[in-house]
Nanobody, 125 residues
Framework: QVQLVESGGGLVQAGGSLRLSCTASGRTFSYYVMGWFRQAPGKEREFVAGIRRSGDSTSYADSVKGRFSISRDNTKKTVYLQMNSLKPEDTAVYYC??????????????????WGQGTQVTVSS
C-alpha cells in the first residue's frame, strides 16, 4: 500500500556528513509518523530519529542527539535525515519507516507499518 524509497547512503570518512532521503508513495503522507532506524552487524534494529505528522515535534536517540536532524516536506512526501559529525559506530543499514497508527513518535520497530529497503551507511576511521 505504501512504498518507501530511500537514497543518500554511502561511504564517508569520520567527521563527515550525509543526508538520507525517503520518499513515500500515496496521497496520505502527512498522516504518517515517520522514523529512521538503523541496524549494525550483530545488533538489533534501533531507533535513530522520528518526526510527527506535522513536523512540529521530533525525537532522537541519545547517541545521535546534536549530530543528526530529521525533517520532512509533506508537499514532496519526503523525510530527511541529516547526519553530521559521523562516527564509525554510525555504520549501519539505515531504514525509513512509516507509522500510520500513532500520533506520536514511537521508538519500537514493531510500531511501524511500512519500511523502506534500507540504505548502507559506512563511516571509515
Amino acid at each position: 500500500q505504501v512504498q518507501l524509497v530511500e537514497s543518500g547512503g554511502g561511504l564517508v570518512q569520520a567527521g563527515g556528513s550525509l543526508r538520507l532521503s525517503c520518499t513515500a508513495s500515496g496521497r496520505t503522507f502527512s498522516y504518517y509518523v515517520m522514523g529512521w532506524f538503523r541496524q549494525a552487524p550483530g545488533k538489533e534494529r534501533e531507533f535513530v530519529a522520528g518526526i510527527r505528522r506535522s513536523g512540529d515535534s521530533t525525537s532522537y536517540a541519545d547517541s545521535v542527539k546534536g549530530r543528526f536532524s530529521i525533517s520532512r516536506d509533506n508537499t514532496k512526501k519526503t523525510v530527511y535525515l541529516q547526519m553530521n559529525s559521523l562516527k564509525p559506530e554510525d555504520t549501519a543499514v539505515y531504514y525509513c519507516a512509516a507509522d500510520v497508527r500513532n500520533m506520536i513518535v514511537m521508538a519500537r520497530p514493531g510500531e511501524y507499518d511500512y519500511w523502506g529497503q534500507g540504505t548502507q551507511v559506512t563511516v571509515s576511521s
